[in-house]
């Protein structure tokens, strides 16, 4: 069954550290996996999109990373801002032929501190 | 600006009446679709449509309904509301198959 899990659930750091964010999948076949942000009350917005070639993208203080063969992300924010503070959400897409399909995480809810 | 508006951004209603979210797109996207979010669960497809005249099933439609008439609109309509469906309502647009352009979001409560 295709899945997709992310860990941890909810994080709480202080503004200013760093921090990881995973995203394990077992879609097949893969296409790409994006990151979303969504902030409290809004709509996901997307931060970049990984492609099967594609081992780490940056965005800013946001660094998204792809390991095709262990089918796991990570999505490293730097240097912690309090506008960071959101669920972030690792969508994967899989296609066969002509037809995709949108695979989404549960997010994991980041708070910062200050 | 190009935007997915959605309306109303809340909505309560009882249990058995009919309710339709609004979703209107001005990117002239084909793909629209509509999501459903609950805590602790991942976005959850309802339906989806491909273009006008064009609607599609998605893993958690049953009480649920669309029409697409034109590019800019795809309504959503319950059609017996339950209090399961209770629920924060994402619609989307895309013009490919990858990044999807999100509305704001309608609550709605089912009492």
């Known amino acids: 069954k295709n899945q997709v899990e992310q860990s941890p659930q909810s994080l709480i750091i202080l503004e200013g550290k760093n921090c990881t964010l995973q995203?394990?999948?077992?879609?097949?076949?893969?296409?790409?996996l994006r990151w979303y942000k969504q902030d409290t009350g809004r709509g996901p917005v997307s931060l970049t999109i990984?492609?099967?070639s594609e081992n780490t993208k940056s965005n800013g203080r946001y660094t998204a990373t792809l390991d095709a063969d262990t089918k796991q992300s990570s999505l490293h924010i730097t240097a912690s801002q309090l506008s960071d503070s959101a669920s972030y959400i690792c969508?994967?897409?899989?296609?066969?032929?002509?037809?995709?399909?949108?695979?989404w995480g549960a997010g994991t809810k980041l708070i910062i501190k200050p | 600006d190009a935007e997915i508006t959605q309306s109303p951004r809340h909505k309560i209603t009882e249990t058995g009446r009919q309710v339709t979210l609004a979703c209107h797109q001005t990117?002239?996207?084909?793909?629209m679709f509509w999501y459903r979010q609950d805590l602790g669960h991942g976005l959850r497809l309802i339906h989806y449509?491909?273009?006008?005249?064009?609607?599609n099933k998605g893993e958690v439609s049953d009480g649920y309904s669309v029409s697409r008439s034109n590019t800019e609109d795809l309504p959503l309509t319950l059609e017996s509301a339950a209090s399961s469906q209770t629920s924060v309502y994402f619609c989307?647009?895309?013009?490919?198959?990858?990044?999807?352009?999100f509305g704001p979001g309608t609550r709605l409560t089912v009492l």
């Open positions: 989307a647009s895309s013009g490919d198959a990858y990044e999807q352009f």
């Open positions: 990117w002239n996207h084909n793909n």
């Open positions: 995203c394990n999948y077992t879609v097949s076949p893969f296409s790409n």
């Open positions: 969508v994967v897409i899989g296609s066969m032929d002509s037809n995709y399909q949108l695979i």
């Open positions: 449509s491909y273009g006008v005249q064009d609607t």
């Open positions: 990984m492609t099967f």
